[in-house]
């Protein structure tokens, strides 16, 4: 289960066990929910990968897909809470340099 939260202009994310193919409709729409009934009210959207244990190429193209659609309404999106094995995964695959990617105490550090 997937649900969110707001904190002054942050709105959180919570992800659950795994990022792939079945999952992403639920997230695209707790992000297209935030997005929409928020308007101008965030401009930070902070994706929390404490719980996730897997993620497929489908979970990695949506958060791609997200970026490109928050940069265009000038949302700020921070990833955060990342275990060992998924570090090594998106530096793997160069994707620590593509996306925000912070630990919790950076993420604290915005938000308060």
Same mark, same amino acid.
Do not use: P, Q, W
């Given at each position: *289960?997937?649900?969110?939260?707001?904190?002054? !202009?942050?709105a959180i994310?919570?992800?659950n066990k795994?990022?792939?193919?079945?999952?992403?409709?639920?997230?695209?729409?707790?992000?297209?929910?935030?997005?929409?009934?928020? !308007?101008?009210?965030?401009?930070?959207?902070a994706l929390n990968f404490e719980s996730i244990e897997s993620i497929d190429s489908?979970?990695?193209?949506?958060?791609v897909d997200l970026l490109k659609n928050t940069r265009g309404k000038d949302i700020r999106l921070v990833f955060y809470?990342?275990?060992?094995s998924l570090k090594k995964l998106f530096n793997?695959?160069?994707l620590d340099s593509f996306f925000n990617i912070v630990s919790s105490e950076s993420?604290?550090? *915005?938000?308060?």
């Amino acid at each position: *289960m997937i649900y969110s939260e707001l904190y002054n !202009r942050t709105a959180i994310i919570h992800l659950n066990k795994k990022l792939t193919i079945d999952i992403i409709s639920e997230l695209k729409s707790a992000v297209t929910d935030v997005i929409e009934s928020t !308007r101008e009210d965030v401009d930070l959207i902070a994706l929390n990968f404490e719980s996730i244990e897997s993620i497929d190429s489908c979970g990695i193209s949506y958060l791609v897909d997200l970026l490109k659609n928050t940069r265009g309404k000038d949302i700020r999106l921070v990833f955060y809470n990342f275990s060992g094995s998924l570090k090594k995964l998106f530096n793997a695959g160069g994707l620590d340099s593509f996306f925000n990617i912070v630990s919790s105490e950076s993420f604290a550090e *915005m938000i308060y």
